[in-house]
């Protein structure tokens, strides 16, 4: 799993935290292996923040870069394990 994907969700969670404003919704795809831990990390978060909703979709690495380039996703995840930050970086910004 991607070692920056917890820290992420954590500022997700402070920026949306439980003052959060109804009907806040973000979506989130990308990597199939670490979803079903995202899904628990985003059940436990709705219960704390009613106003937040917040939706994952498993569906791989590349398809998650693309919704996230063409705004079909707030943010994407990967599981591409043993590359830096710096290899991903392509995958983001579309260079």
């Not at 799993?1 to 439980?18: S, W």
């Not at 996703?73 to 930050?85: E, K, L, M, N, V």
Request: include cysteine; proline fraction near 5%; charge should be positive.
């Amino acid at each position: 799993m991607n070692k920056f994907v917890g820290p992420a969700l954590f500022c997700l969670a402070l920026t949306l935290g439980p003052g959060a404003r109804a009907q806040t919704a973000l979506t989130g795809a990308g990597a199939t292996f670490p979803a079903p831990l995202y899904q628990k990390w985003i059940a436990s978060f709705a219960q704390r923040s009613p106003g937040a909703a917040i939706e994952y979709k498993g569906i791989g690495s590349e398809a998650g870069a693309q919704a996230l380039r063409t705004g079909q996703a707030d943010f994407a995840a990967s599981d591409g394990g043993g590359r830096s930050g710096s290899d991903l970086s392509h995958r983001w910004t579309g260079a």
